[in-house]
């Protein structure tokens, strides 16, 4: 008897979702984007990552330039099989028990997906980015009010020192909607040329010369230098740092 042949898996799906959605849903490359990261992240979850580690690496990855579509795919892939092989679960007999589950209820999921909000991510990062904003602001005024000449010493202070760090732990977990561009070899031999002067610890940039220090949430001032430095005429760290990474003029 001859053996049928079966069609690869992604096709079977593609048929799926045009069945279920019709031919436009199959290329809406924003909704495919949403309902992957939705059931990546309802995966993760039922697998016990928690919302903060969530939070965590969402701020790692977009705080980097974006990657290549075919390599990322494979990558994750080739995680997705690594993370079932921990969890012992059969990731073909997975995928095809739940295509053979939702064929069947074509309706209810179209009714289901199609009633679902488009998001707008800007609509909500922005408000939420000027929020981080003023935490660090607050976080900053508490410094210079509570530490011996603002220079960090929380040595007789230590309630300040943790509703300073719950500040700073909050307004991290916020996303930020700036986007860098991708880094060229013309931007790496900048920051080379940048950390030469300026080392970064914390929020604070300090300069190799003199070791005087400017903290982020004071990006708009002058550092003023000691006398003889070396470097005196550069006297704006983090605007020259967010212009490199930018590309920008401010």
């Known amino acids: 008897?001859?053996?049928?042949?079966?069609?690869?898996?992604?096709?079977?799906?593609?048929?799926?979702?045009?069945?279920?959605?019709?031919?436009?849903?199959?290329?809406?490359?924003?909704?495919?984007?949403?309902?992957?990261?939705?059931?990546?992240?309802?995966?993760?979850?039922?697998?016990?990552?928690?919302?903060?580690e969530a939070h965590q690496l969402v701020q790692y990855v977009f705080r980097r330039p974006a990657g290549e579509k075919k390599l990322e795919a494979g990558g994750a892939l080739v995680t997705l099989n690594a993370l079932c092989e921990a969890h012992g679960?059969?990731?073909?007999?997975?995928?095809?028990?739940?295509?053979?589950?939702?064929?069947?209820?074509?309706?209810?999921?179209?009714?289901?997906?199609?009633?679902?909000?488009?998001?707008?991510?800007?609509?909500?990062?922005?408000?939420?980015?000027?929020?981080?904003e003023l935490l660090l602001k607050d976080a900053d005024a508490l410094k210079q009010c509570h530490t011996v000449g603002g220079n960090g010493d929380w040595s007789t202070e230590p309630d300040a020192l943790a509703a300073h760090e719950e500040l700073l732990a909050v307004a991290a977990a916020l996303p930020m909607v700036t986007k860098l561009p991708a880094l060229t070899s013309t931007t790496n031999a900048k920051l080379d040329v940048f950390s030469r002067v300026w080392s970064l610890n914390g929020d604070w940039m300090t300069c190799k010369g003199c070791k005087r220090s400017l903290i982020a949430s004071r990006t708009g001032e002058e550092l003023g230098h000691g006398a003889g430095c070396k470097h005196a005429a550069q006297q704006h760290p983090w605007k020259q740092l967010i212009e490199i990474l930018t590309g920008s003029t401010t």
Do not use: Y
């Open 1 to 52: 008897m001859r053996e049928v042949a079966v069609a690869p898996f992604q096709a079977r799906v593609a048929k799926w979702v045009s069945s279920c959605l019709g031919l436009g849903w199959v290329d809406n490359k924003p909704s495919r984007n949403h309902h992957f990261l939705e059931e990546a992240l309802e995966l993760v979850q039922a697998c016990g990552c928690t919302e903060s």
């Open 89 to 132: 679960i059969d990731l073909d007999t997975a995928g095809e028990a739940e295509l053979a589950r939702i064929w069947p209820l074509i309706s209810t999921i179209s009714d289901r997906i199609k009633a679902k909000p488009q998001f707008k991510p800007l609509d909500v990062a922005l408000p939420l980015q000027r929020a981080a």
